[in-house]
């Protein structure tokens, strides 16, 4: 083998290493990347059964009940449609209704009940997720408190 073959051997052997960690890298991502949909989205753009999204909004005033153990069924709405979900977990402290919530999961069957793994609240008084926040004052629906004088 001459030089010129050996080097040609080597860079083509990095560039097919190189080649198959971004594939990898590409893979994994695919993997873990969750969607944001309002409940507004959803009634336009239904999601596929399993697929993976994230649902964000306030938790619907008198929609929040406990069943056996640590599940919770509650609805999440931006003020035009809301989406049931339901949470087997411990929720937040500072999940409550009317307040700011993103949750984590997927659809089991098409249109149905929203199966949550993970449920985001707010942190303080002042704090709406920014996906959120961002959403309904697009919508009209959340305003921003002025700040105390």
């Known amino acids: 083998m001459t030089r010129k073959q050996k080097r040609l051997a080597v860079i083509a052997g990095g560039v097919g290493f190189i080649t198959a960690a971004v594939l990898l890298i590409l893979f994994a991502f695919g993997q873990s990347v969750a969607y944001f949909y309002m409940p507004g989205d959803l009634a336009k753009t239904p999601v596929g059964p399993g697929t993976r999204i994230r649902l964000g909004g306030l938790v619907a005033e008198g929609s929040i009940k406990r069943g056996n153990g640590t ?5 999440v709405t931006d003020g035009k449609s809301s ?42 008084e002042k704090y709406m997720p920014k996906e959120v926040a961002d959403r309904l004052k697009k919508d009209g629906v959340w305003k921003e408190e002025e700040p105390a004088k």
């Open 83 to 124: 989406v049931p979900v339901t949470y087997t977990g411990i929720l937040p402290d500072l999940f409550r209704e009317g307040q700011g919530v993103v949750t984590e999961g997927a659809f089991p069957q098409a249109g149905g009940l929203f199966v949550a793994d993970t449920v985001l609240a707010k942190h303080d």
């Open 71 to 75: 599940t919770v069924t509650f609805a």
